[in-house]
Every structure is written in C-alpha cells, then in structure tokens.
C-alpha cells in the first residue's frame, strides 16, 4: 500500500485554514467529502466518529503530528487527508508540543488488515525526521503529493 494511493486528490490542505483541532477535523472531513471520497449524506456522522474517537485519547501522538482516524460502513477504500499547519494546532498530543501535520483517514468498517496496512504506512513516513521536516516545509499541495511519491519510491528503493 502506498502513501500516494492512499491521500485522495484534492484532499491535501497546505495551509489549512482552520487553528483549532475540531475545525481542522471539520476541514479534513470537508475536502475528502468534496473531492468524493466519503458522502455529504455520511459527513456529519464521519465528523462525530472521529470527534468521539479523539475524546477516548487523542490521536496526536507527538512529534508534531496527528492521525485521527475512523472506520465507517460508507468508506468504500482506504482515503486521507492531509492537512499542514505551520503556525501549529494544539491536539492535545501526548507530547504536549503543537502539532504541524495531519493525516485523517477514513477505512471502511469491514477491512479492519487494509485499515491497519495503512495505518502502518503513514506511520512508518511519519515516524522518519526528515519526512516529518519536510512536510512541515512544503509549501502547497502540490509539494505534499511530490514528498508522498518520493516517500513511496524511497520504501520500495530500500
């Protein structure tokens, strides 16, 4: 699974307008329902889900980055957002530090392994300081898409 393949076209907010962490979920849900990856009809139950989800534990887990998350019956395939905040969010990340970055994905209910292979991918990228780095750096979208590919060859390169 690939980095690329998974954050959908048109889904990639650099910057993102909002500063605070459930208008930047708002903002996130907003662009994968706008570029047809989730329905306008399941919208305000996808934006629940994931404001239910970050209540239980936040899922900005340091390092500057956040991964909120939901599997819903409505997701056909595994889609992200990303949205780029330079002026930082607080999510209330475990580290306590803002967050700059922030990969929404949305899986569908009954492909909990596809969920889990992506989970591991965009992990496995954001995990990396230099990925991290210059996904804080980039400056629009299409700067984002260009990291992700180059993020897919080097994984397949080593």
Known sequence: MKLSQIVAEGAILAPLASRERDQVITELI???????????KNRDELLARVMERE???S??????????HVKHKS????????????????????????????????????RPEEHLQAMEVIFKNLS??????????AANAADV???LEE???????G
């Open 55 to 57: 209540k239980r534990g």
């Open 128 to 137: 990396k300081d230099t990925f991290r780095r210059f996904l804080r750096q």
């Open 59 to 68: 899922t900005g887990f340091g390092k500057g980055v956040a991964v909120p």
């Open 30 to 40: 907003d662009a994968l329902v706008a570029c047809g990856a989730a329905t306008a």
């Open 145 to 147: 898409r260009t990291l």
């Open 75 to 110: 997701v056909k395939g595994m889609r992200a957002a990303v949205g780029l905040a330079p002026a930082g969010i607080d999510f209330n990340a475990l580290d306590r530090q803002p967050v700059f970055s922030v990969f929404l994905l949305l899986s569908p209910e009954d």
């Open 151 to 157: 993020a897919d060859n080097q994984i397949l390169a």
